[in-house]
């Protein structure tokens, strides 16, 4: 179990949000938080906002937080420092009081005046009243890591009023976790250490792994009141919050973009069901190699977080096969074949396995909607669209089983290079290259999309790749890779006119599945991705 609470957010704006914040808040309780945090900084400038506070805290289901945050700091309070300060003295010394004052570090630290009042309402070793009120005493940097990082952290563990040390900044890559991590591991006290922003998200998940002492959540997404915040459902029901301790493994997705993926549904599914000890995340990372370098180089590096493996998407499957190799690990043979790999497994000895489990699935998943035995595909001749990591792995994996093979892709260039080094390796493989007129020439068995043509998140969404002159009709297989909610426009025209159509979620399942068996050593629980795809559509 556990013991990183999650803290739900609720901004209270105006006097009318009261009632509505307080039902938000017995709803996050319900979902699973343990503290509320109630933001008044817009309800600060009110009249009677020292009641309407008072009333937040009678009635909240759960232990409170009250933050008044100013703007130099991302907070909504742009009035005077003294009222803010007062506003706090009295919610702090009222009938109904929080649990925690968040107060900043940088305004704690500038005014004799300010530290003495604050003070006065928050429990300390120096305190001669009966207190319950702890202070969290905060700094966030919305730009990126504070240059003077160390020296803030040092101040909030040498204040003796301060009972929790809170530090956030934007992040800039996921690497900036690391050392959120780190100053987690290396606490005196009670801490919150956490990242904001995309790449920030996975200091919120892992927080419970390093001891954090709360992570931020929202109730629903849109509602963030920093950025990056995931929901409770998101961290408890998607990403087994609860589960998670210094022993458990992480995986992830890694790519640019990864928000769409269903893949952390899938898996920490798997684990769950399972009772295997891991968590997985999305990894965004930017398409350039050195990002991709730098990045898997500092998690195999960072000896806490147990960096086990990964799932990689584009456009890093050439990259990842790269990178094993320079590091001395270990190919596939569908990985050299097509220079191309979607899982890194990381074993117990710390030896790196590159696997490419897309061209196996791409294949089980064409001989069963074909409803052919695999030996009957080297009398088939398929025509594959792309030339990028998906096409590699489908084309490799046809040519290891005998099928014919073209090869079209809008760069001809691109094309020639793939079947150009595939034939170098396979000598006498019947491998082509084709353009977008031989594909009405006719003499296709099936095609398979490998481009982005068609994707929802792609440029062009509304698009079909095969031109409409191609002749279909039920003895030909159309099979899109792209899996996605809705059936593609190719998916479409292609049942319209009679083929035979599936999409890349039947591939997805399989190539899946055989991750998660590469990870885990353990089969993967019987239709349990396939059950969980067709709950999410």
Known sequence: MSRTLICCSIPIDVPDDVVLGLE????????????????????ADEPDAAKLVDRLLSDSPLPAIVTCRGSAEGGAFE?????????LETIGTGESTPRYIDFELADYQRSANIRQKIDLVVDHEHQVRDLQIGLILSSHDFDGRPNDLMRRVAAMGESPACSIAKIVWQARSLRDNLEAFDLLRDRTGPMI????????????????????FLTFATLDSGEETAPGQPTIRELRALHRFDSIGPSTRVYGIAGWPVNASWSPLVHNAGFEQSGFDGVYLRLPIPPEWEHFKATIGAFLDHAG?????????????????RFVREAGGELDELSVLCGAANTLVVDDDGTLRALNTDAPAAIDTLIRTMAIDRSELADRRIA????????RAV?????????????????VERAEQLVGELLEQVPGANLEVGTRESLAAGGFHAFINCTSIGSPSGPLPDESPLPDDVHLDESITVFDTIYADEP??????????????????????????????????????????????ETSD
């Open 24 to 43: 938000r808040a017995r709803k996050a309780a319900e979902d699973g938080a343990r503290l509320v945090e109630w933001r008044i900084d817009a309800l």
């Open 79 to 87: 009035g005077d420092e003294t009222d803010r300060v007062s506003l």
């Open 193 to 212: 250490a956490l990242c904001m922003g995309e790449f920030g998200v996975m200091s919120r998940i892992l927080a419970p792994k390093f001891g954090g």
């Open 305 to 321: 977080l147990d960096f086990s493996g990964m799932s990689v998407t584009m456009p890093h499957k050439e990259h990842l096969v």
């Open 384 to 391: 594959v669209l792309g030339a990028g990591g998906v096409a």
């Open 395 to 411: 084309v490799a994996g046809l040519v290891m089983e005998g099928a014919g093979v073209v090869v079209v892709n809008r760069t």
């Open 488 to 533: 593609t426009p190719l998916v479409r025209e292609a049942a319209a006119r009679g083929a035979r159509v599936t999409s890349g979620a039947l591939m997805f399942i399989l190539q899946a599945e055989r991750q998660f068996k590469a990870w885990t050593g353990q089969e993967p629980p019987s239709g349990l991705f396939a059950s969980l795809l």
